[in-house]
């Protein structure tokens, strides 16, 4: 299995040997895990920019109160598809991607179990989001209905770019279901001999059950587009009041689909950062079994919440009562995950590298999410909370310093894996210390004028927020300027620099460590003894 390990860091493809062609075709046909791992990563940096320039346009708009910079209705087309970009184009690829690149290697397999359909799973994407893209270009605009795209606005009042956005959310669900398939077929038959599921790395479990949750929601949001579609241009009334339909019923099956949706852009994170914490604490990870156990009870539980998104649309009381008590339910296993990551930590020998200074402030800025998730679980108290900003301060604390701090993580963890070299760990510094004071400048501000009675996805705001909206913008501009140099750091690192060792995190800082025999698989994460 090391030769499987080892090919990791000489970059040299399995393709190459086989006449393949040179240039821009082998990258078009690779059926290779490690390519099209990198194709996927690249395409949610993309991604990740395009989507956070939209972010940057309503932070400019909000700058100051009054309409000073964009239109109302293309500031609504700005918070739709910066959603829409984020969730699909930017997270989920990005956990495909290193899906891709770390499942084979951890279980010893040679490759994904389905490598054409990866290719396939990939190559859907940039059309999708190409599409998505030019509905903006449309006359009337873009989807301008939010990214949740709730009916009657999706359906009476919308444009013509909806039968153009439905058809690319088709193709991305398309190409996660595919994703999905190829992990579960690999994880299931590709395992090394004494491999068992009990022995596999955590970030493999944790994508396991996320294909899973893939496979049972994404046939739920096809099916919630498509009934959008055809009251639109059908003259159905699945969701028109006037032919006997329900707009409620709109979002219900969007969250049935939409909560797991949650938890399909974090699990994979916890599996991340179950890799990484072990490594620099210089510990085995604390718990492995109640951390595997955890994450199933989280993806069973995440299709019993959906609901809670709708507390202020007149359920029943004992509806009301049972979203809530689940709701609070589903942070018991979280919280059994983040007292894992602090016990493997606790007495550890710990060194503070960038991978590891992104975990810890994962862990701590996610709890902030959770505590958060929590304080919106209460039925009453999310009466007053619902639809303002407090909202949205809470999912960017799960998902921005939650979904892609962990991938930040990851990324910096197995670069010198992937392309052979040492990152530039100074300009890394950087970019962690930048990130994390802006990414709270950003976000937390806004938990105060949530409290305060902001309301979300309006383009201008009261006076009183003014200051605290100044300072929120600021905050938002230099979070995103700062990740330039992650693309600076990563193009260094592509391009050359010290070489990577094959312990090349087992050292550090300089301390002698004293490795055991090399496991069967992932050799890279195997926790060493001190001398």
Not at 101 to 128: C, E, H, K, Q, Y
Not at 340 to 350: C, Y
Request: charged share 10%.
């Amino acid at each position: 299995m090391s030769s499987i390990e080892n090919s990791a860091t000489d970059h040299h493809d399995d393709h190459e040997h086989h006449g393949a062609p040179k240039g821009i075709m082998r990258w078009i046909l690779t059926t290779n895990h490690k390519d099209i791992g990198s194709l996927y990563l690249l395409f949610s940096l993309l991604m990740f920019f395009i989507g956070g320039a939209m972010a940057m346009v309503i932070r400019a708009e909000l700058f100051q109160p009054g309409l000073q910079i964009v239109e109302p209705n293309f500031f609504n087309q700005m918070t739709t598809v910066h959603g829409l970009i984020m969730v699909f184009g930017a997270v989920m690829p990005a956990f495909v991607g290193l899906a891709n690149w770390m499942v084979p290697m951890m279980i010893g397999a040679p490759d994904m179990a389905l490598p054409r359909m990866n290719n396939w799973s990939f190559w859907i994407l940039p059309f999708a989001f190409l599409i998505l893209l030019m509905s903006l270009f449309m006359e009337g605009g873009g989807p301008a209905f939010g990214w949740t795209f709730y009916a009657p606005l999706s359906t009476t009042y919308s444009g013509d770019s909806t039968a153009f956005f439905v058809f690319s959310v088709h193709i991305m669900g398309i190409s996660s279901i595919m994703g999905a398939i190829n992990v579960i077929v690999t994880i299931f038959n590709l395992r090394a001999p004494g491999m068992t599921f009990m022995k596999m790395p955590l970030f493999v479990w944790t994508w396991l059950i996320t294909a899973f949750l893939l496979i049972a929601v994404m046939p739920v949001l096809a099916g919630a587009v498509t009934m959008v579609l055809t009251d639109k241009y059908f003259a159905t009334s699945f969701f028109s009041a006037a032919g006997g339909g329900d707009p409620v019923l709109f979002q219900h099956i969007f969250w049935f689909f939409g909560h797991p949706e949650v938890y399909i852009m974090i699990l994979p994170a916890f599996g991340i950062i179950s890799q990484i914490v072990p490594t620099f604490s210089r510990k085995p990870l604390f718990g492995y079994s109640s951390m595997v156990y955890a994450t199933a009870s989280i993806a069973i539980l995440s299709f019993m919440v959906w609901a809670h998104h709708m507390f202020t649309t007149g359920m029943p009381l004992a509806g009301e009562l049972f979203f809530m008590y689940f709701t609070m339910l589903i942070s018991v296993p979280t919280g059994v995950k983040v007292f894992n990551w602090v016990a493997t930590m606790w007495r550890g020998a710990l060194t503070f590298e960038v991978p590891m200074m992104f975990s810890i402030a994962f862990i701590v800025l996610f709890t902030i999410g959770g505590l958060s998730g929590l304080m919106l679980a209460i039925t009453p108290a999310d009466f007053q909370y619902h639809d303002t900003y407090f909202v949205v301060a809470h999912f960017h604390y799960v998902l921005v310093t939650g979904a892609i701090f962990s991938i930040m993580a990851g990324a910096y963890y197995w670069l010198p894996k992937w392309t052979g070299h040492m990152f530039d760990e100074g300009l890394a510094k950087l970019h962690f210390w930048l990130s994390l004071v802006s990414v709270n400048v950003l976000f937390f501000p806004m938990h105060f004028v949530g409290l305060a009675g902001m309301p979300r996805r309006i383009p201008d705001y009261a006076t009183q927020f003014a200051d605290f909206n100044a300072i929120i913008s600021i905050g938002g501009f230099a979070f995103g300027l700062s990740q330039l140099l992650f693309v600076a750091v990563v193009y260094k690192c592509i391009k050359g620099g010290e070489k990577a060792t094959d312990q090349v995190w087992e050292g550090a800082e300089g301390l002698e460590w004293e490795v055991p025999s090399p496991a069967p698989y992932h050799t890279f994460e195997t926790p060493p003894t001190i001398k």
